[in-house]
């Protein structure tokens, strides 16, 4: 009885240093792209004289939209470099036309802008959340400003990995069928 209760303990410790280890690993690129969109958001707020709420929406957008382009556009990338036809003659009944083609980048552009429009509505909860988390620890901590900024990234990685793995487990799923299989 005893070993069970210290096997249970230790399980639950090293769960959580496994979800500390996983907030790490997210935190640090999120620390990285939060950086550069606090400057853009910086010359939306000067140039514009927004709200904070539309300006961090706008910055969150302008930031998405190439990660998620990339992340569209990454395995169709691979999967052509890797594909036994490249080179080789198209048969006439499968050649497209100009228009074709034209339309697959517009309904990639149209669909990858909506997907980025759904993902930075879904972050606005993170980054209040974030938001409020800086702003408290700048209260009670006396820490840099980057140090400030990288502990409520760090505060909302930990809680937001508790809510995707806990309590909405599906969340996974949507982002990968919204990223690449979803219709504009």
């Known amino acids: 009885m005893p070993l069970d209760l210290i096997a249970a303990i230790a399980g639950f410790a090293l769960a959580v240093l496994d ?6 690993i997210a935190a640090i690129p999120a620390f990285l792209i939060v950086l550069a969109a606090q400057r853009l958001n910086a010359l939306i707020k000067k140039h ?3 709200s904070w709420i539309v300006t961090a929406f706008i910055t969150t957008f302008i930031v998405l939209l190439p990660i998620v382009f990339i992340a569209y556009l990454a ?3 691979a999967g052509y470099n890797s594909s036994p036809f490249v080179g080789m003659p198209t048969p006439d009944f499968l050649q497209l036309t100009a228009i074709d083609y034209a339309m697959a980048v517009i309904s990639t552009i149209a669909k990858n802008a909506i ?3 759904v993902f930075a509505v879904l972050l606005m909860p993170l980054l209040f959340l974030a938001s409020y988390a800086e702003e408290k ?9 980057l140090a400030n900024t990288f502990l ?3 505060i909302t990685a930990v809680i937001s990995w508790i809510i995707m793995l806990f309590i909405f487990p599906w969340i996974y799923t949507g982002i990968f ?8």
């Open 115 to 117: 997907t980025a429009f």
């Open 19 to 24: 979800l500390l280890r996983l907030s790490i």
């Open 177 to 184: 069928e919204l990223l690449w299989w979803g219709s504009p």
């Open 137 to 145: 620890l700048r209260e009670k901590l006396k820490i840099p400003r």
């Open 75 to 77: 395995p169709y990338l």
């Open 48 to 50: 514009f004289r927004l």
């Open 152 to 154: 409520a990234i760090l």
